[in-house]
């Protein structure tokens, strides 16, 4: 990870250690101890606090790469302030240097890597962060890994791009450009890359130099004269390329003729606030937006002290492709921009320079991100015009997730982040959302027996019955090969985004009184949010609501198991009592004797209605019920003279018998309980040792444990 030694003498201060790691917070959604109100029920009972929500997405969380120096120190207690600051002021003059062009030299002959270019650079600092490749995942990015879920395939590319461009190959001369639905991520790739930028930077492994008052703060090597450049290469292996700006060619005549070596440098520290290395354009208003954002622009105020216009002191160097000088742009909606601005772009990425119209072209090295949506690109590949800079630009697609797992951590550091649930988040709360949210971004497979819930399993690594892995690769061929046409997206390239999502859950978590944040409030945000929804149309909301209604249907099952789950825990005692109670009937039964009632000690007859509820639960019909106990009094006469004890395990088919019956005498206690409008003490106990086991056990608080099964009541009811 990042913890930049400084090395070389440009750092003064050895040993330090730049980016402690951030502290990192884990999602919230936890609530305080509540006293449950059971509704309708009057009686009060007090919970334990619920453990953490599981599967938090923060407790395996990497460190970042874009870690920031002064960060506090993970020591609990107050801050000592005065110290931090010290210490920030500390590091940050470590950071500072200032030297001559010939100290920066020297400095470069001991680490020729001082001269790389921009896209080296950006390699280089993904590369530190940590790339974990195995032959069975997914290689994992360490410096994308914390906040980006699921795109696996777009970062390989992203990975890749970087790689090659390194190498200075010809990829380094496009554009890379980010294609993808709304919310799928594409401006956190690139602002991670830029705030990775900016810390690498203030490291000792990211350390830039440029001339000192450089309006571009451009590389010092572009002082070598043409001519020596093949000898310092051969003898120092510094690589140099590019040429000085205007304004430094100025200055090298004027000021510094005679004595380049003398040149000031100075150590660099990314910051876009600062307009250094990394900037952004966005495309606005069409009137208003001049190509002087982009390339700088005459300084009129000035002109008239330097009387020429083509006096580079007169010209302002600030457009975004001369502040990202060395670092990187962020082109925002590209296609959005008009054709010159475009073409701005085709000539810096082709020629590596800035063209204007008073001075020859300005070489810059800079990568330039740019993103898009998949309408955008459509017509504008479709427009030949626009054959010469499609061939400059490297397409990159950022679908939307597939996969649930990586879906739900999204939802997971979103709401996380902002503290915005404030409430508890309902064990598949987030799963149920993200279920809905994939299935609109599936695509209907025309394979036998494949729906597209199967699907959407598949995708997620379960095994789904009579489908594999083959199938998986199958589906996804076949998506991608129904392709664009017919105006419908390509599968992940559409249907509902996480912000969506998360718009809703918010919302639904902020309304008055909110304390959890359940799956069927999940849904229901959902749903409603549907009505309100630009952009869909009729057609489009109907299919949105049939998917809601089938991840409905699939938490239904999950929400049956779950409260079949939280029974389980006294199931073993159950089922042994329920068992020795047949027994004892079954013996009295086949001895045609009398049973003591366990209460009044009157004698009783074997209680046949109770044997005959276990028995038919395997279908033990009337006329055989006889051969069936007496075959397992035989067995346990068997055991007995083997010295061995007869548990309700040893006869597969009672076991089975007995589990269902408790299933079934369960799922009577549920409905009734929670069907009664005053249950009694005895229905109130149970309900409230599930609630709690659900509560202890599950991840539950008492709220949402309550909504299930409440809920699983009615399920059972129908
Ligand atoms: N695959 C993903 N992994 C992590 N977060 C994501 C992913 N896709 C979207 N997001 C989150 O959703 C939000 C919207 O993403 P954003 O980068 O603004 O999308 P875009 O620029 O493509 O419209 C961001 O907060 C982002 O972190
Ligand atoms: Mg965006
Ligand atoms: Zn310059
Ligand atoms: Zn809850």
């Given at each position: 990870m990042q913890s930049h030694t400084p090395a070389g003498r440009a750092t003064p201060r050895p040993g330090t250690s730049e980016n402690p790691p951030a502290a990192v917070a884990g999602p919230g959604g936890n609530c305080s101890p509540t006293t449950l109100i059971a509704p309708g029920r009057g009686a009060a009972v007090a919970m334990p606090p619920p453990p953490d929500p599981p599967g938090g997405s923060a407790a395996v969380e990497p460190q970042r790469a874009a870690g920031h120096p002064g960060a506090p120190p993970v020591e609990p207690g107050p801050i000592d302030l005065a110290a931090r600051l010290r210490e920030y002021g500390r590091l940050a003059a470590a950071r500072t240097w200032r030297g001559t062009f010939a100290e920066y030299y020297e400095l470069c002959r001991q680490r020729p890597q001082l001269a790389r270019l921009s896209h080296a650079r950006v390699f280089d600092m993904l590369t530190a962060a940590g790339v974990g490749r195995s032959d069975r995942g997914p290689t994992e990015y360490a410096f994308f890994a914390a906040d980006l879920f699921g795109l696996e395939r777009t970062l390989d590319q992203i990975y890749d791009y970087f790689g090659a461009a390194a190498k200075r190959l010809e990829v380094r001369k496009r554009i890379l450009l980010l294609m993808g639905p709304v919310g799928g991520g594409k401006s956190t790739i690139v602002s991670l890359l830029k705030r990775g930028l900016e810390a690498h930077s203030r490291g000792a492994d990211g350390a830039v130099y440029g001339i000192a008052d450089c309006p571009m703060h451009e590389e010092p090597l572009h002082l070598l004269p043409a001519e020596l450049r093949a000898e310092v290469l051969a003898k120092d292996g510094i690589h140099v390329e590019g040429d000085l700006c205007p304004y430094c060619r100025w200055r090298c005549r004027q000021e510094w003729a005679g004595d380049v070596g003398a040149v000031p440098v100075e150590r660099l520290t990314f910051s876009e606030k600062d307009r250094l290395g990394i900037g952004t354009f966005s495309p606005s208003d069409e009137k208003s937006q001049d190509i002087s954002e982009l390339v700088g622009s005459v300084d009129l105020a000035t002109v008239g002290r330097y009387g020429a216009e083509s006096d580079p002191r007169a010209y302002r160097f600030d457009g975004e492709f001369n502040i990202a000088n060395r670092g990187l742009m962020e082109f925002v909606e590209m296609l959005k921009c008009q054709e010159e601005f475009l073409y701005g772009l085709l000539t810096l990425s082709q020629e590596q320079s800035i063209k204007t119209s008073r001075f020859a072209m300005i070489y810059a090295d800079l990568v330039v991100v740019a993103h898009t949506n998949e309408a955008e690109y459509q017509s504008f590949v479709a427009n030949p015009k626009n054959e010469a800079l499609r061939d400059r630009i490297i397409l990159v697609k950022v679908p939307y997730n597939l996969r649930i797992k990586d879906e739900m951590r999204i939802y997971g550091k979103l709401l996380g982040e902002g503290g915005a649930l404030g409430v508890h988040c309902a064990p598949h709360a987030l799963e149920v959302a993200a279920t809905f949210a994939v299935l609109t971004r599936l695509r209907e497979s025309k394979k036998a027996g494949m729906s597209l819930i199967k699907k959407l399993r598949l995708y997620d690594g379960e095994s789904v019955e009579g489908f594999g892995a083959a199938d998986v690769r199958e589906l996804q061929e076949e998506a991608e090969q129904a392709g664009g046409g017919r105006g419908e997206p390509v599968e992940g390239m559409g249907g509902i985004s996480p912000r969506y999502v998360i718009n809703r859950l918010s919302s639904a978590v902020s309304?008055?009184?909110?304390r959890c944040l359940t799956p069927l409030e999940a849904l229901r945000a959902l749903k409603d949010g549907l009505e309100q929804h630009t952009g869909l149309d009729r057609q489009a909301r109907e299919a949105y609501l049939n998917l809601i209604y089938e991840t409905r249907k699939e938490y239904d099952e999950i929400a049956k198991t779950q409260v079949h789950k939280a029974f389980v825990y006294s199931f073993e005692d159950s089922a042994r009592t329920l068992f020795d109670n047949y027994l004892d009937n079954a013996l009295a039964y086949w001895n045609r004797a009398k049973l003591a009632d366990p209460i009044t000690g009157e004698d009783v007859e074997p209680d046949e209605k109770l044997m005959r509820s276990i028995e038919e639960q395997i279908g033990v019909a009337d006329n055989v019920k006889r051969a069936f106990r007496e075959e397992m009094l035989v067995r346990i006469s068997a055991l007995a003279r083997r010295g061995e004890r007869f548990d309700y395990r040893s006869h597969e088919r009672l076991r089975e018998a007995l589990e269902k019956k408790l299933f079934s005498d369960l799922r009577n206690i549920v409905k009734i309980t929670t069907s009664v409008k005053t249950p009694d003490a005895d229905q109130l106990r149970r309900i409230n040792e599930v609630c709690a086991r659900l509560v202890a056990e599950h991840g539950y608080c008492t709220i949402c444990a309550n909504e299930l099964v409440q809920y699983v009541g009615q399920l059972l009811a129908r």
């Open positions: 309304r008055q009184g909110c």
